[in-house]
């Protein structure tokens, strides 16, 4: 504990496309590297320490999830994680609260300048909650700083997440479980059809949606097509704009104000 949110993961079909529409968006883009899995990634970095992970897959990895989702239901979020200060602690907090985690995994990838990082994780099989993740080599060598965290639009870090979830009670009860600490607010919003639990972290707020009528149409249709999980982000910049989804690759994207 604290915990922050380390990286939102974003699969997409055609990376080298997906970086040009990242940066028409107005976001400084990154060349990542290749996993050994095979699968290939660009960075958007903010100055928060939080970051976007535009991941393709130019062939099929049937175990993984994110391929899945990627293959079933086409580009768009499929993850996120958030960091802890002490990842064996926190891990060990949680498996003690009943949350099922797989891990220690180990990962890595090789960057283009042939630098290799590594990094351990530890996963919830139901993505409803985020995967926790440490950093083996040095976190600047994953998390580039710099100019590469100033980006044209604008944005300077991570305001929020949505995450779509089929039980919210029992959501609920795992991110009190994960983060240590009780909702910032409970019930749901007249009119807009769904029950809506929120947690705070640091300067970011987790909301957890249930569509519970036909009007929470988008939400239910995201739980048929993808699943539980990250569903919507918002980033803190200088003025409200939703981002263009079809330039975000289906991700729902959007700049907040920061107040």
Same mark, same amino acid.
């Given at each position: 504990?604290?915990?922050?949110?380390?990286?939102?993961?974003?699969?997409?079909?055609?990376?080298?496309?997906?970086?040009?529409?990242?940066?028409?968006?107005?976001?400084?883009?990154?060349?990542?590297?290749?996993?050994?899995?095979?699968?290939?990634?660009?960075?958007?970095?903010?100055?928060?320490?939080?970051?976007?992970?535009?991941?393709?897959?130019?062939?099929?990895?049937?175990?993984?999830?994110?391929?899945?989702?990627?293959?079933?239901? !086409?580009? @768009? /979020? =499929?993850?996120?994680?958030?960091?802890?200060?002490?990842?064996?602690?926190?891990?060990? #907090? *949680?498996? +003690? &609260?009943?949350?099922?985690?797989?891990?220690?995994?180990?990962?890595?990838?090789?960057?283009?300048?042939?630098?290799?990082?590594?990094?351990?994780?530890?996963?919830?099989?139901?993505?409803?909650?985020?995967?926790?993740?440490?950093?083996?080599?040095?976190?600047?060598?994953?998390?580039?700083?710099?100019?590469?965290?100033?980006?044209?639009?604008?944005?300077?870090?991570?305001?929020?997440?949505?995450?779509?979830?089929?039980?919210?009670?029992?959501?609920?009860?795992?991110?009190?479980?994960?983060?240590?600490?009780?909702?910032?607010?409970?019930?749901?919003?007249?009119?807009? !059809?769904? @029950? /809506? =639990?929120?947690?705070?972290?640091?300067?970011?707020?987790?909301?957890?949606?249930?569509? #519970? *009528?036909? +009007? &929470?149409?988008?939400?239910?249709?995201?739980?048929?097509?993808?699943?539980?999980?990250?569903?919507?982000?918002?980033?803190?910049?200088?003025?409200?704009?939703?981002?263009?989804?079809?330039?975000?690759?289906?991700?729902?994207?959007?700049?907040?104000?920061?107040?």
């Amino acid at each position: 504990m604290p915990l922050s949110i380390d990286h939102i993961v974003i699969a997409v079909t055609d990376l080298d496309a997906a970086m040009r529409n990242y940066a028409a968006l107005g976001f400084t883009v990154l060349p990542g590297g290749e996993h050994p899995r095979g699968s290939r990634n660009a960075l958007v970095v903010f100055e928060d320490g939080a970051y976007l992970e535009i991941i393709a897959f130019p062939r099929p990895v049937p175990d993984f999830r994110w391929w899945q989702v990627l293959d079933r239901a !086409g580009p @768009g /979020l =499929v993850d996120y994680a958030v960091l802890p200060d002490d990842f064996q602690a926190d891990l060990a #907090r *949680a498996r +003690a &609260a009943g949350i099922v985690m797989d891990g220690p995994i180990d990962g890595g990838r090789l960057q283009p300048d042939g630098a290799r990082i590594a990094w351990r994780s530890a996963r919830p099989p139901e993505p409803d909650i985020p995967f926790l993740v440490t950093d083996v080599t040095p976190r600047d060598l994953r998390v580039p700083p710099g100019a590469a965290r100033r980006h044209p639009n604008g944005v300077t870090g991570v305001a929020g997440v949505t995450v779509a979830v089929q039980d919210l009670v029992s959501s609920t009860a795992r991110y009190r479980a994960l983060l240590g600490r009780e909702p910032l607010a409970t019930g749901g919003l007249p009119g807009l !059809g769904f @029950g /809506l =639990v929120q947690f705070r972290i640091e300067r970011q707020t987790l909301s957890l949606v249930e569509p #519970r *009528a036909s +009007a &929470a149409a988008a939400p239910a249709a995201h739980l048929i097509a993808r699943g539980q999980g990250i569903y919507a982000v918002s980033f803190y910049g200088p003025d409200d704009v939703a981002l263009d989804i079809g330039l975000a690759h289906g991700a729902r994207l959007e700049i907040v104000r920061d107040r």
